[in-house]
């Protein structure tokens, strides 16, 4: 390993240790000497169920314990609470992209009947950021706007409609700035300085990582393919916008409902912005409409509600509107991206050369993170000799982006599996065959340290090759139809703590009662992924119980230990980790209470579907779980225990190996069938065959849901999604979102969903809880890529820039000769398979 960054501090310090070129870790050396809390082993390990070989709820297709609450509207999302005297709050936003504020003068809407306070950035002036290093955010701009949109005052009023109205009467003197709109501005014009936090001109992220010799590898390659790809930005597009109400009480306690993923560490930022102790500070969940990555930090709504009520004494609410969500933002990063990707003729690759440039917007957000993930994710499932990586995010004066589902790595690996793609045609083998022909295994490491543990994806590509008769059509379909595969991979949860500590990640108070119900106490926030529902299933396994016996309290920072939030797709692993430690300690208690009272060794006690029995005599030794649970509080007291989950130290042992390393992988394979028209430049993509590896699937609808609802919003990036802004507009500099809504923001309707297909697949993971991995990210990933292959098969034109539009698609054709190269794309498969 080479290299290193070269701005501002990372989790692990830098590597001293330089090992042999493809080897990113001392040989001898697992993982960094640090001692780290070790989860409880249980006999037959943790993919195991209880007692014997058979499940009796995981596996099975459950409901969610929260659904019917949703389908019947009684679910209570943040918008919904009302508290006595409570004041709607506004927020005033800036009409330039960039521009000094040299005065805001709020008298005028002060002096508005029914407004009860006004606030600017000198009410709030303490920074903050989701990263300790890249605090550079305040939750009111004081001296500076960055982008149009950003927040610059804020109202409370009796109404929502008068808070607007005293928007209007707010006079702020602007000193326009030039405006930095894109990645080669920002590199040209340091001197045009968007973020002061930068250290150099607009860099606000630069990491260089190199694993073995990479030009070496090219050179021994029998055939190198060079590309550049554009993947557009995109935003989440949830159907709850951002919501939040605070209420700071008599006593000085602050309370604050958020549609928050993370109310671990909007609990620390607020503490900490509105300087109040954090045992003064209680956050709680409600219902969240929908996020996937998008609510996933704090925001300005969440720091003005809570300091407009502590400066009226009165609950306040902020409810974005969809507008406002547009600017909020933190969705998808546009990239650009350069590979050069070597291979030899048997279809092995050789070495991976990699730069790219990322368009962050005005604030850092989960930039630094981003930066590495641009790299560092893209090292499975395929073996990689040599491979190096150079990744550069920049600051511009739009609104920030951040972390949206597959965060970092959905754009490289578009790129990356176009560069699959076209590597196969160079060699003239079948695209499938390249891909098995370089898995990395299971129990392996990658060439940049990272471990990983089960691996099913080769059983992936087997499920849908098969599924779609791939051979009966790739490269044999007429001239308009086409199909095109790809593969990726992704984390379950990072062991990359965004606030380093040795605590755990994540922890679940459980407690049995006498009546035969169970309550989990725990912090996951469930977004609409069935979060809760798993921890529900968890306990029943367990503990014999039926879903409407059990309770799950969740997501409210007084009365729920730590989990870090829902992101990085570690609620199942990591929080299912902890419940099932704290019902298996509970489990054990009534196990043992039961064996004495019955004279059987304990392992002969079977808890399910309500009844705990003895399996060397079931007639006789049989009880309620309910009666069992009595029993067993005679005997021990009452009934409670805790579980937690942290991961092992994993990674590279170098400057930024932590980022990336996660204790499982999961594994996906996509294949894509569309029908293209020449005449139009219309993509339509008929199916999408979806095979996932997600460990063991808990539940296998939510994992479905999961995969189909990720392939549909990879679809919808490659054909539809364009979050763009105007070069200018009346009253406006540049910057101006092009159409911020729902109506103007295309997304896929479901008339415009192809056929969705799904194959799970169950490696499962020796780690996971019952052996799951994640399933809500990775399925994302390969979507795009597919597509773009699918495309070549169909048309013979390569899109490698999102998206793939009708007038995109049309001018590639009028530009190239694509029958041709469709012909001889055909005669090129056929020449290898002869070889």
């Not at 993947?231 to 209420?247: N, Q, V, W």
């Not at 590509?461 to 379909?477: D, H, P």
């Not at 199909?483 to 605590?503: D, F, K, L, R």
Request: with cysteine.
């Amino acid at each position: 390993m080479s290299g290193g960054d070269k701005k501002r501090g990372d989790a692990a310090p830098a590597g001293s240790t330089t090992p042999p070129p493809g080897m990113a870790i001392p040989k001898g050396r697992t993982m960094p000497r640090e001692d780290r809390l070790t989860p409880p082993q249980w006999e037959g390990g943790r993919s195991q169920p209880p007692n014997d070989s058979n499940f009796r709820m995981i596996g099975r297709r459950n409901r969610k314990i929260e659904g019917l609450a949703k389908v019947t509207g009684r679910a209570v999302y943040a918008d919904d609470l009302t508290l006595p005297r409570m004041l709607h709050a506004k927020l005033l936003r800036s009409i330039h992209p960039h521009a000094r504020i040299r005065s805001i003068d709020a008298s005028k809407a002060l002096a508005m009947p029914g407004v009860h306070a006004v606030i600017t950035g000198r009410d709030l002036p303490i920074y903050f950021g989701i990263i300790p290093w890249t605090e550079d955010e305040q939750a009111l701009c004081e001296d500076k706007a960055r982008y149009v949109g950003d927040a610059i005052a804020a109202v409370a009023a009796d109404t929502e409609l008068l808070a607007e109205e005293a928007l209007r009467a707010i006079l702020v003197d602007y000193e326009p700035l030039p405006a930095v709109i894109d990645i080669e501005s920002a590199l040209a014009h340091p001197e045009w300085k968007v973020n002061e936090k930068a250290e150099e001109g607009n860099i606000s992220k630069h990491v260089h990582l190199a694993f073995g010799d990479v030009e070496a590898g090219l050179a021994d390659s029998d055939a190198v393919v060079e590309g550049e790809y554009w993947y557009e930005g995109s935003t989440h597009a949830p159907i709850e916008p951002h919501c939040a109400l605070a209420d700071f009480d008599a006593t000085g306690f602050l309370t604050l409902y958020s549609s928050t993923q993370v109310a671990h560490y909007l609990h620390r930022d607020l503490a900490k912005v509105l300087e109040l102790p954090t045992q003064r500070v209680r956050v709680i969940q409600p219902v969240v409409g929908g996020a996937f990555g998008g609510k996933s930090e704090p925001f300005s709504l969440e720091f003005c509600a809570a300091k407009l009520s502590m400066v009226t004494g009165r609950p306040v609410k902020i409810l974005y509107t969809r507008e406002e969500v547009f600017y909020a933002h933190r969705g998808r990063h546009p990239m650009r991206l350069a590979y050069r990707t070597g291979i030899k003729q048997d279809g092995s690759l050789t070495a991976v050369d990699a730069k790219i440039h990322i368009d962050g917007g005005a604030y850092s957000s989960f930039g630094l993170v981003t930066t590495y993930y641009s790299g560092q994710l893209l090292t499975a499932p395929y073996g990689m000799p040599a491979y190096r990586f150079d990744s550069t995010r920049v600051f511009t004066n739009k609104p920030c982006c951040g972390p949206k589902r597959g965060h970092g790595s959905v754009q490289p690996r578009f790129a990356f599996e176009c560069q699959l793609d076209k590597l196969s045609e160079a060699i003239g083998m079948d695209p499938i065959a390249v891909r098995r022909k370089n898995f990395i295994g299971e129990n392996t490491r990658t060439v940049n340290g990272m471990r990983v543990t089960s691996n099913g994806f080769l059983q992936c590509l087997e499920a849908i090759e098969s599924a779609s008769e791939w051979k009966q059509k790739f490269r044999r379909l007429p001239y308009g139809r086409g199909v095109g595969v790809a593969g990726s991979m992704y984390i379950s949860g990072t062991n990359y703590c965004i606030y380093p500590n040795e605590m755990p990640q994540s922890a679940v108070q459980l407690k049995l009662d006498r009546s035969g119900r169970a309550t989990v106490f725990c912090g996951i926030s469930d977004i609409g992924q069935g979060a809760e529902s798993v921890l529900a299933y968890i306990v029943c396994e367990e503990l014999g119980l039926e879903l409407r016996d059990v309770r799950v309290v969740a997501a409210d920072t007084d009365l729920t230990p730590v989990d870090l939030g829902s992101y990085s797709s570690r609620e199942t692993f990591m929080c299912g980790n902890a419940c099932l430690d704290a019902a298996r300690k509970l489990r054990e208690l009534v196990a043992e209470a039961l064996a004495k009272q019955w004279g059987v060794d304990k392992r002969e006690i079977v808890l399910a579907g309500g009844v705990a029995c003895a399996t060397s005599d079931p007639e006789k030794h049989a009880m309620s779980v309910k009666r069992a649970f009595q029993l067993a509080e005679a005997r021990n007291g009452t009934l409670g225990s805790v579980g937690w989950y942290q991961s092992p130290k994993l990674g590279g042992d170098y400057r930024g190996g932590t980022i990336g390393a996660s204790p499982a992988y999961s594994f996906t394979a996509h294949i894509a069938q569309v029908a293209c028209d020449p005449e139009t430049g219309f993509v339509k993509v008929e199916k999408i065959w979806v095979a996932h590896d997600c460990g063991r699937a808990l539940n296998p609808v939510t994992v479905e849901g999961q995969m189909e609802g990720s392939a549909y919003m990879g679809f919808g990036e490659a054909i539809f999604e364009e979050q763009s802004y105007k070069a200018a507009a009346p009253h406006h500099g540049s910057g101006i979102h092009h159409g911020p809504s729902l109506l103007d923001y295309r997304i896929p309707t479901s008339l415009d969903t192809p056929e969705l297909e799904s194959f799970i697949i169950e490696s499962v993971d020796p780690e996971g809880p019952y052996g799951a991995k994640e399933a809500g990210e990775g399925p994302l990933h390969p979507s795009v890529p597919a597509i773009s292959n699918a495309i070549y098969d169909a048309l013979g034109i390569r899109c490698d820039r999102l998206p793939f539009s009708p007038p995109r698609v049309l001018s590639q054709l009028g530009t190239t000769d694509a029958r041709a190269a469709w012909e001889k794309a055909r005669a090129g498969l056929a020449a290898g398979a002869k070889r």
